[in-house]
């Protein structure tokens, strides 16, 4: 009977490694496409024990010159999927966690706190902006990546303190939303892009993300990546004291309620007057008003409009972030809240706290 070979023992020999420390670890990865399939690679490779992939996009054909995890038999596929599969294969031994939706749906702000560290690989910065509140909210190290057609940067931040992306944007940079790149609604507008860029850059996410799980994080806090003018530089940059994403939650109580229970069981545990908030809006059961019958769309409805399905009238639909407005036997799940996640309360007099499903 022979035993599986170590394949991490050329690793093992690196001066300050640590292999248990680093199969002991969970890592979020916030985006799978080029640079999120390089990165999750890189760290199943490296043998981290868990791996938590959430992006709610598919698979293209022009994602396959770019993801080393993907191939033409995952055409759209789910991302996030398709990636966990192919890591079951080279990286036998991390678990791999696979969520199909966005960020906020996707993972809970519980799931950030108690992660080693968390990856961005997001393709807008709005999403980019999004994902380092919630990491600044669950007082999470994130590592950033972003790339361009010959390079990129990374940014590591891991105290709520230190200077962020958000502080290199104008105020107006940082209440804009965008529309996402989605690769499914590219159509005829190409994205200049190549592994090239997303390798390099990746490449040092995952160093990054290896030095924070090892507890030896790297001295620099942004790092500009220069295929052409053949330069990697560290930046530096000063805190913006207008800058709103430096406010860490501090320290959360668990209720016993999870995403898995009703709205009614999650209202019981509530103070009387208190109400609980979602991240993101979910549309609610409405009365159409031309004859009165019941609409309810749904948690997975998208469209801003509804059609009865007694009389055919279409009207516009009501979407709240107010958890108390949904039925009180709809699942939490349902309502598109994450697991673990961190919901604001306001009491009945204004104010407000958080708490952490179980």
Not at 141 to 158: I, S, Y
Not at 171 to 196: F, K, M, N, T, Y
Not at 318 to 340: C, D, M, Q, Y
């Amino acid at each position: 009977m022979t035993t599986d070979p170590d394949r991490h023992e050329r690793q093992r020999q690196m001066p300050g490694w640590d292999q248990s420390r680093v199969a002991g670890a969970t890592a979020v990865v916030a985006g799978v496409g080029a640079l999120g399939n390089e990165v999750a690679k890189n760290l199943g490779m490296l043998g981290i024990g868990r791996l938590i992939l959430c992006d709610p996009d598919t698979v293209a054909a022009h994602n396959l010159s770019r993801t080393v995890l993907f191939d033409s038999s995952d055409l759209d596929r789910p991302k996030a999927e398709a990636a966990a599969r192919s890591l079951a294969r080279i990286a036998p031994g991390t678990v791999v966690d696979a969520r199909v939706d966005d960020l906020v749906r996707g993972v809970g702000m519980g799931e950030l706190a108690d992660a080693d560290v968390v990856l961005g690989c997001l393709d807008t910065r709005w999403a980019r902006l999004q994902l380092l509140e919630r990491c600044t909210l669950a007082g999470a190290a994130l590592v950033d990546g972003g790339t361009h057609p010959w390079g990129g940067e990374v940014r590591l931040r891991v105290d709520a303190e230190e200077p962020c992306y958000g502080c290199t944007l104008t105020p107006a940079e940082r209440w804009s939303s965008e529309v996402p790149a989605s690769c499914a609604e590219l159509g005829d507008r190409p994205l200049a892009a190549s592994i090239l860029s997303s390798s390099l850059v990746a490449g040092w996410m995952a160093a990054a993300a290896a030095r924070q799980v090892l507890g030896t994080p790297l001295p620099w806090r942004f790092l500009s990546i220069d295929i052409a003018a053949s330069d990697t530089a560290a930046v530096t940059v000063d805190r913006d004291p207008g800058c709103p994403h430096h406010t860490a939650s501090g320290a959360v109580p668990r209720v016993p309620v999870s995403r898995d229970d009703t709205v009614g069981e999650l209202l019981a545990v509530l103070a009387p007057g208190s109400e609980a908030l979602a991240w993101a809006e979910f549309p609610v059961p409405q009365e159409c008003y031309r004859c009165h019958g019941s609409c309810d769309p749904g948690y997975g409805y998208r469209e801003p409009t509804i059609t009865c399905p007694h009389c055919g009238n279409r009207f516009r639909l009501r979407r709240t972030t107010r958890i108390g407005e949904a039925s009180a036997g709809t699942k939490l799940a349902e309502l598109g809240i994450a697991p673990h996640e961190v919901l604001a309360v306001r009491s009945a007099e204004g104010r407000y706290s958080w708490l952490r499903l179980g």
